[in-house]
């Protein structure tokens, strides 16, 4: 436990130079301001610590972290923890419970970290458009207030989309209040989340530049919460086939194994965009070479550069790249080798079996790949990669972005 006892050290050093009243040195000939102990102050080194790294928006080091969490009467700030249910057998997407309104108004949200808009099936929705999704009605909430002159219209990579008004409501997830949270109230949502029963909304967890309500744009629940978390940060344990979970504020140490190792965030285009060390394939040797790409909750599978994609689908026999399937398909019972991918010198492996994603065709003869050529230039380490690691995205003033194994 040597960082332990290493950080209490300067910790209490911190608390000895933050407690000694300076003397009182008269150097300007004024009056004199008589310093006195603040009576019952109780010198605190890891609390000292830690508000100095919450007044910079640092993320304070796990031990400090466990230390505050596991000391009574520190005036802790918020975090906690969400179940993240995959809505079938293949991982297509994975949603949590938010509550919304007063009274709570439970809806079960997709949550995308490659876009920024909370938006949620409701009272407004075409009703012809609505099926079986559990709709928002602000009508019924004591809390809601509609913002009214904002509109929003959120279009996707897969060229699905929803409109429609905004208020703003108490929104709750994994027990983290944000008192007024702006709520994208659909009008119109396109087919695609018509048919997707299972999900009555988004939890956009990109950055604040992306916010598509106008005419100015919003915040996003993770924007509205991360002063007041513990740590300016969440995380994600995606399960394949299994309940996983979304952290808020904090790092749980159980949910990894060995250590976290981190990747500068270049947040320009609002995404979580970080650059992988390389990638290899099957037992093949790993090949250096820098990938730059989103971390997306909100897109099922991985996309890379055709080049990798290309090597990867020549270790599948009877693959090929299917122009009406719009991607790599081979015969279901063939073998998909793993594919990893580096973060500087950790290797994320996916196993094989994450690399046959659902049948291609109706008599089930081919499968579709979980990996397939990026579009537009950028590669995207979707679900498929996500659930193969415990991944941190930090959003303190210089993000980044963690992964481990687990
Ligand atoms: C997909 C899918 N496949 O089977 C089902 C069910 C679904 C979900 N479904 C049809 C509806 C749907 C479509 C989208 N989503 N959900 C989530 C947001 N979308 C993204 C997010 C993002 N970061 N990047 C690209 N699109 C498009």
Redesign the pocket.
């Known amino acids: 436990m040597a960082p332990l006892k290493s950080f209490l050290a300067a910790a209490s050093l911190v608390s000895l130079v933050a407690a000694v009243p300076a003397p009182n040195v008269d150097i300007s000939g004024g009056t004199t301001v008589q310093q006195v102990r603040k009576s019952g102050y109780v010198r605190n080194g890891p609390l000292a610590l830690y508000k100095i790294y919450l007044k910079y928006h640092l993320t304070p080091p796990e031990d400090l972290l466990n230390y505050i969490k596991n000391s009574s009467g520190f005036s802790k700030r918020s975090e906690g923890s969400v179940t993240a249910t995959p809505?079938?057998t293949i991982d297509?997407?994975y949603t949590i419970p938010v509550s919304i309104g007063t009274p709570a108004q439970v809806l079960q949200m997709?949550v995308?970290?490659?876009?920024s808009d909370f938006w949620v099936f409701s009272s407004e929705t075409e009703s012809d458009e609505v099926n079986g999704q559990t709709i928002y009605d602000p009508s019924q909430s004591s809390t809601s207030k509609k913002l009214s002159g904002d509109t929003y219209s959120v279009s996707?990579?897969?060229?699905?989309s929803s409109s429609g008004e905004v208020y703003t409501d108490k929104v709750k997830i994994a027990g983290i209040t944000v008192s007024k949270q702006a709520v994208e109230v659909a009008e119109q949502v396109?087919s695609?989340?018509t048919?997707?029963?299972?999900?009555s909304g988004?939890v956009g967890l990109?950055f604040d530049s992306l916010n598509q309500v106008s005419p100015s744009a919003v915040q996003t629940f993770f924007g509205n919460a991360q002063s007041k978390l513990d740590s300016p940060l969440f995380t994600a344990d995606l399960k394949h086939d299994a309940a996983g979970s979304y952290g808020f504020g904090f790092i749980d140490s159980s949910l990894y194994t060995g250590s976290i190792t981190y990747e500068d965030i270049d947040s320009s285009d609002g995404f979580w965009s970080w650059t992988s060390s390389g990638y290899a394939i099957g037992s093949g040797s790993f090949v250096s070479t820098k990938i730059t790409g989103?971390a997306?909750?909100?897109?099922?599978l991985m996309t890379m550069p055709s080049s990798i994609v290309k090597a990867y689908y020549k270790k599948v026999s009877g693959s090929y790249y299917d122009s009406t399937a719009a991607g790599y398909i081979f015969p279901c019972g063939n073998t998909t080798p793993s594919f990893t991918f580096g973060v500087g010198s950790l290797r994320i492996v996916i196993p094989g079996s994450y690399m046959s994603y659902a049948a291609a065709d109706d008599d089930g003869t081919y499968c579709y790949g979980s990996l397939q050529k990026s579009s537009g230039g950028t590669n995207?380490f979707?679900d498929v990669a996500l659930k193969s690691a415990f991944v941190v995205f930090n959003g303190a003033s210089s993000p980044t972005i963690g992964w481990a194994t687990k």
């Open positions: 809505i079938d297509t997407e997709d995308d970290t490659g876009s996707y990579g897969d060229g699905s396109s695609s989340f048919s997707d029963t299972s999900s988004l990109a989103i997306d909750t909100g897109t099922t995207i979707g």
